[in-house]
């Protein structure tokens, strides 16, 4: 079955390092896109891609990174920079309107 | 920011009973689609509603849109213990990449 998988369902990130979320997408969809969700905020976008090797910040990118070097993967770099990134990170793909999401990575920083 | 708001923010319910949410965006729009999440999974889509469309049906779903006053309702019928969730209407915001720009959602409680 086609779909996005994100890894790994649970990260634990120490201070100042850096950690990088995996997502797939076997759907040949172009468009892939990050957000962010924190309790009571809903989803805010981190960075877009509409296709391979370009990408474009979201509302929030602030201390993070991206990188589009295949069609099926866009994995999202937490940098040291990001100042608050315990959340809930979900991944998302399109064609048309059509969007489908990942079943997200919960970041704790300890 | 682009964000749409759901009202309300929080609904408690009987089994049975209709649960109603209302979500209202800031942009002209092509379609607005409702999405549901279970606590900590991803989102799954439940229906989409084009801007020259009034209302929609999905099974127990029912969509309106106002496009005039920039808002949608979404009615879930005869609620069971299962559609305990959070739901979030989404529209596309086209300077982005035709990202879904969410509002803050409305968590729906349905005891049996």
């Known amino acids: 079955d086609g779909g996005i998988t994100q890894s790994p369902k649970y990260l634990f990130r120490k201070e100042g390092q850096n950690v990088t979320l995996s997502c797939e997408q076997n759907?040949?969809?172009?468009?892939m896109y990050w957000y962010r969700q924190d309790p009571g905020q809903g989803l805010r976008l981190i960075y877009y891609?509409?296709?391979?090797?370009?990408?474009q910040k979201g509302d929030i990118a602030e201390g993070y990174s991206v990188s589009r070097e295949k069609k099926e993967s866009f994995p999202l770099t937490v940098t040291s920079a990001q100042k608050n990134p315990t959340a809930f990170y979900l991944c998302a793909s399109r064609r048309e309107y059509g969007y489908t999401f990942g079943s997200g990575t919960r970041l704790t920083v300890v | 920011s682009q964000q749409g708001e759901e009202d309300p923010q929080a609904l408690s319910i009987q089994e049975g009973e209709n649960a109603t949410m209302n979500c209202s965006y800031k942009?002209?729009?092509?379609?607005l689609q409702w999405y549901r999440q279970n606590s900590g999974r991803g989102l799954v889509h439940l229906i989409l509603?084009?801007?020259?469309?009034r209302e929609k049906h999905s099974g127990r779903l029912r969509v309106t849109l106002d496009t005039s006053k920039k808002s949608s309702s979404l009615l879930i019928t005869a609620s069971r213990a299962a559609d305990t969730a959070s739901y979030f209407c989404?529209?596309?915001?086209?300077?982005?990449?035709?990202?879904?720009?969410f509002g803050k959602g409305t968590t729906l409680s349905v005891s049996s």
């Open positions: 509603i084009r801007s020259n469309e």
């Open positions: 989404a529209t596309v915001f086209t300077q982005a990449g035709t990202a879904l720009i």
């Open positions: 942009t002209s729009i092509n379609n």
């Open positions: 891609s509409q296709i391979v090797n370009d990408f």
């Open positions: 759907l040949n969809h172009d468009a």
